[in-house]
């Protein structure tokens, strides 16, 4: 059985500054209110993440948890589909199926993934086979882009 996923590194000042201002100008398009989490919240913020992937939340006066607390929850339910993602994928593997995983979260890849392509905006900027390369150095090309 293969080792349980490695959670994703926290992000650096210069990541969370770039979120924030990819999120500025963005409108909120959740909306969490006095129900709290429930699953119909979690349908309808896996519905945008899959729709956006950047999502902002607009959380009311009345809700009753705070952007932790709702973050944590978000993060549990996102943890629970990525692990099952992951099983997923090493399964294909193993059979001898060959697969694509599209992904931001490199720690992830290294996981799963013999070959690593960047892209940026439709155009190849690197590739490398898994035992060529470091996660260092894909995530410089990532960055870099």
């Not at 599209?102 to 720690?107: A, D, F, I, P």
Request: proline content about 6%.
């Amino acid at each position: 059985m293969a080792p349980p996923p490695r959670p994703a590194p926290p992000l650096s000042g210069n990541q969370s500054r770039h979120l924030r201002a990819l999120a500025h100008s963005t409108k909120p398009v959740v909306q969490v209110g006095k129900n709290g989490w429930s699953a119909g919240l979690r349908a309808e913020i896996d519905a945008a993440l899959l729709a956006h992937e950047l999502i902002k939340v607009r959380i009311t006066g009345e809700a009753p948890l705070d952007s932790g607390a709702l973050a944590v929850h978000i993060a549990a339910e996102n943890g629970a589909a990525r692990n099952t993602l992951l099983a997923y994928v090493r399964d294909l593997k193993g059979q001898g199926t060959s697969s694509v995983l599209v992904t931001h979260n490199l720690y992830h890849a290294f996981q799963v993934c013999d070959r690593f392509v960047v892209m940026s905006h439709g155009t190849k900027v690197f590739e490398a086979r898994k035992e060529d390369t470091s996660i260092e150095e894909v995530t410089w090309h990532v960055i870099r882009t």
